[in-house]
């Protein structure tokens, strides 16, 4: 069964200021992420309940995991210095 993906408003912001070919591989990690939410080289952050994270070249992008109801929510979508802040 395929994940469906949510992006939030703030997310879906960020990713429209980024550049085109950032944008395209970052919807390219999306996409597969709906077939597994949980890829190799995905990291479960420490400090929150089922928050986790995928690197995209030198962008991250922050994302939840609705198991029961199959949602992959994208939270944020920024430069790896900025991410968590």
């Not at 999306?30 to 949980?38: A, D, G, I, K």
Request: avoid cysteine.
């Amino acid at each position: 069964m395929a994940y469906e993906i949510i992006i939030k408003p703030s997310a879906e912001k960020a990713f429209g200021k980024l550049p085109n070919a950032m944008q395209v591989k970052i919807l390219e990690a999306l996409e597969q992420l709906s077939v597994n939410p949980r890829p190799s080289g995905v990291k479960k952050l420490k400090s929150t309940f089922n928050i986790y994270r995928i690197r995209v070249s030198e962008y991250r992008v922050i994302y939840s995991i609705n198991d029961t109801i199959l949602i992959v929510t994208v939270v944020k979508v920024a430069h790896r210095k900025d991410v968590y802040r």
